[in-house]
């Protein structure tokens, strides 16, 4: 056999590994699916609903509120979901999958990245392999949030980096090429648009600029930021359009912040409160159990890699990449986990890069270190994946397994009769969660949906029809008491006791279904 076919036959093999490696990815995040095991709360259900009125021709350019009010991300998150539930009439699982998919293809990103950077194929493969068991990614994949998409968004921006600063004569295309600042503005665009506060990854774009100026053309600058300008389009247009409302709330962020820094908390309980976090990235792509750990070694692989820098800007390329959120402290992001979404991929890449070296040193203690990482975040996507999000969402068991169950409840109970609900929610008296899962699953399984006797639901997303009184056969449904008031629990209950009486009782994981009868 000649070199030119031992090449292709090589080449074939590797390809063959990566899809191996893809497959085995897209299953791990999609495995508990069939099961329901899926978080669908508040956020859930407004996004759906939002993706559906997209569907019907009502056409959106806002996207999902951010945590400060005011402030809104951008609108592309609705416009990834409204084909998945077009094509599964409604459903969140086949939305699930889809994201799932889109999450996997980070693996392909990542084996890119690393053989752009270091030419070295088995690298590249174990750095896509770390990431395809990363327990954060699985996490981040089937949670319908709109800052999930930046799992591949984000080092979809930092290939473009490396490929326009590191790689710009490499390239099949050599110099002529703009395909470097092309990526960095959309991935750097995406990324603002999937979670607003993700800005922040202009500020290691442009250390990185920086850093390797001589690298860089005005004409290449000039289409990145063209590029980025027109990826965050929408969001511009958002702020003509409603006054320059985030402009605004950013502001007043920005503000009330600055006072946090100067009187309640040090520079130093910022740092400790980041270098927790950090480690908390760290150790999810790693061995998830011990934080501490994660700590520790992000801090020492990171100083070692910029203090090396000269030797090779590859690893400290991806320590500033992972330190990069720093700059997020002082407005609080250390306490927000999906804020640091895009980091684990860097993580993934700084351990496949420095384990592969290991292996051609220390055989052996490499080897031991690759199946404690891989033993640390299988255990824990077998453990906690069927659980549903459990790293972001605040109601634990709000699973869309658990409320089917709840659902199919109502509807044996009630016989095929009327029958009315009633619900304590988190929001408070935001009862859209079951009226989207009442109207997408109950009314398909059993022809008909509840009466509403609750709160006057006007000016929701979406309603069941209200009526002042509860039926004969009513439920009252309670949702996960994570984040709400117990008084409310007291007060509801005591509201519902002026004219029906609790009969049967059963609980589903954390949700309640109390079965109620007219006096």
Known sequence: MDMKNLKTKSKKSYNLLLLIIFVFAFSLRVMFL????????????????????????????????????????????????????????????????????????TVLIVFYLAKLATGNIKLSLLSSFLFAISFEATQYATWLSNPTIAIWTVPLMYLGLWIWIENKHSLPLRGKSNLGPILAGIGLGLSIQAEIFLVY??????????????????????????????????LILCEFKFGFNSLVAAKSLANSSGG?????????????????????IFAFNTYPGNIGYGGVSVIVLGIYSLINFK??????????????????????????????????PAVSLMLGFYVYKLFNKQALIAFLLLLIIVYG????????????????????????????????????????????????????????????????????????????????????????????DPTETSFLILEPMAGIPARYLEETIGEEDVDTVTVEQKSFGEITIQKRKKM
């Open 260 to 280: 946090n820094l100067a009187y309640a908390k040090s520079v130093g309980d910022y740092l400790i409160l980041y270098l927790n976090q950090i480690g908390r």
């Open 34 to 105: 069939q099961s329901n095991s899926l978080t669908f709360g508040y956020d859930q259900a407004r996004d759906a609903l939002i993706a559906k009125q997209i569907i019907s021709g009502d056409l959106k350019i806002q996207g999902p509120p951010s945590s400060q009010p005011g402030l809104y991300h951008g609108v592309l998150y609705y416009y990834l979901l409204a084909p998945a539930y077009l094509i599964g009439n409604g459903s969140p699982i086949v939305t699930a999958y889809y994201l799932a998919f889109l999450n996997s293809l």
């Open 377 to 468: 975040n299988l255990s824990y996507v077998f453990s906690q994946n069927k659980l549903g999000s459990t790293l972001f969402s605040i109601q634990k068991d709000m699973l869309l397994s658990k409320q089917i169950a709840a659902i199919d409840y109502t509807y044996k109970l009630a016989d095929g009769r009327p029958f009315s609900i009633n619900s304590l929610t988190s929001p408070l008296w935001i009862n859209i969660v079951w009226t989207y899962l009442y109207k997408w699953y109950g009314e398909k399984t059993y022809g008909y949906i509840p009466l509403w006797h609750g709160k006057d639901q006007i000016g929701q997303l979406d309603s069941l029809e209200r009526i002042e």
């Open 201 to 234: 990854n202009i500020i290691p774009l442009i250390i990185w600029i920086l850093f390797r100026k001589q690298n860089i053309s005005k004409k290449s600058l000039i289409i990145f930021g063209g590029t980025l300008v027109l990826v965050v389009s929408s």
């Open 311 to 344: 030797k090779n800007p590859y690893p400290a390329f991806l320590a500033i990449w992972i330190f990069s959120h720093l700059s997020v402290v002082t407005v609080g992001g250390t306490s927000t986990p999906f804020l640091m979404v895009g980091i684990g």
